[in-house]
């Protein structure tokens, strides 16, 4: 299986995805999101600098998420992992390019997960999380709803909803992710790094097998192409 690496609009499920295959496939789950909402969660000032960022849906500085993402990186000791939300600037991306190289972990994919707007605002606006152990669930969508009311089937812990998932929020979200990530796509595509999971209509089971798929089939030698033949997988 491949590192992979998640581009994609707010709330397209990439947290749903990486939690099984955290599960199933022994991967670590980087998320950017959980890391602000952690140092929020303790209160130190710069947790309330973010929280104001977040809650208005601005992104946080380069520095600091670069500083973060690069600590964590290097305490993983060769496991696979998911960077979910990060790069989210171009700055990122070739900062992101650097840090993998000094660490010589090549074995990455990039995965484009493709959503409308109306479906990822849906999703947002529906979504509930545990606070302790992040899990995420959906109100409205049979088999992620919670089974006990409120409580994280998990650890029990009550459900909360994301100060970020408004609809005021969802709205400056999906654009930061226009202007911000926009370039991003562009990026790895240019250098066919870039492979294409349009997710609008289909079933997150269908979506997690189609990752499964990508991640463990793909290649960037010349069986690429190969590659993208079978699978239906795409890289514009
Ligand atoms: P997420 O959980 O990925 O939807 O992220 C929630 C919020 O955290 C985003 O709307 C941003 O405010 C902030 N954030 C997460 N990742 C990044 C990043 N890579 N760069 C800047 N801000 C980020």
Same mark, same amino acid.
């Given at each position: 299986?491949?590192?992979?690496?998640?581009?994609?609009?707010?709330?397209?499920?990439?947290?749903?995805?990486?939690?099984?295959? *955290? #599960?199933?496939?022994?991967?670590?789950?980087?998320?950017?999101?959980?890391?602000?909402?952690?140092?929020?969660?303790?209160?130190?000032?710069?947790?309330?600098? @973010?929280?104001? %960022? @977040? =809650?208005?849906?601005?992104?946080?500085?380069?520095?600091? @998420?670069?500083?973060?993402?690069?600590?964590?990186?290097?305490?993983?000791?060769?496991?696979?992992?998911?960077?979910?939300?990060?790069?989210?600037? %171009?700055?990122?991306?070739? !900062?992101?390019?650097?840090?993998?190289?000094?660490?010589? &972990?090549?074995?990455?994919?990039?995965?484009?997960?493709?959503?409308? &707007?109306?479906?990822?605002?849906?999703?947002? %606006?529906?979504?509930?999380?545990?606070?302790?152990?992040?899990?995420?669930?959906? %109100?409205?969508?049979?088999?992620? !709803?919670?089974?006990?009311?409120?409580?994280?089937?998990?650890?029990? =812990?009550?459900?909360? !909803?994301?100060?970020?998932?408004? #609809? &005021?929020?969802?709205?400056?979200?999906?654009? $930061?992710?226009?202007?911000?990530?926009?370039? *991003?796509?562009?990026?790895?595509? !240019?250098?066919?790094?870039? &492979?294409?999971?349009?997710?609008?209509?289909?079933?997150? =089971?269908?979506?997690?097998?189609?990752?499964?798929?990508?991640?463990?089939?793909?290649? =960037?030698?010349?069986?690429?192409? #190969?590659?993208?033949?079978? $699978?239906?997988?795409?890289?514009?």
């Amino acid at each position: 299986m491949k590192n992979i690496i998640f581009i994609a609009p707010p709330a397209a499920g990439k947290g749903t995805i990486s939690d099984y295959l *955290v #599960e199933n496939y022994n991967y670590v789950h980087l998320s950017t999101g959980d890391l602000l909402r952690t140092e929020v969660s303790l209160g130190t000032l710069l947790g309330k600098e @973010i929280d104001e %960022l @977040i =809650t208005k849906g601005k992104l946080v500085s380069d520095d600091l @998420i670069i500083s973060l993402v690069n600590n964590e990186l290097t305490k993983l000791n060769g496991r696979l992992f998911i960077l979910d939300g990060f790069p989210r600037t %171009l700055g990122q991306a070739h !900062k992101l390019d650097q840090m993998l190289a000094s660490l010589g &972990v090549t074995n990455n994919v990039v995965i484009y997960l493709d959503i409308d &707007v109306e479906e990822a605002s849906k999703r947002a %606006l529906g979504r509930v999380i545990c606070p302790n152990c992040k899990r995420s669930y959906h %109100l409205y969508n049979e088999g992620f !709803k919670p089974l006990n009311d409120n409580l994280c089937d998990d650890c029990n =812990t009550v459900l909360e !909803k994301r100060s970020d998932d408004t #609809e &005021v929020t969802f709205k400056n979200r999906f654009l $930061s992710y226009l202007t911000n990530t926009g370039p *991003v796509i562009d990026y790895y595509k !240019k250098q066919n790094r870039l &492979v294409k999971i349009s997710i609008n209509d289909k079933s997150i =089971t269908d979506v997690i097998k189609e990752v499964i798929k990508v991640a463990s089939e793909y290649s =960037t030698s010349s069986k690429e192409a #190969e590659f993208r033949l079978k $699978s239906g997988g795409s890289n514009d």
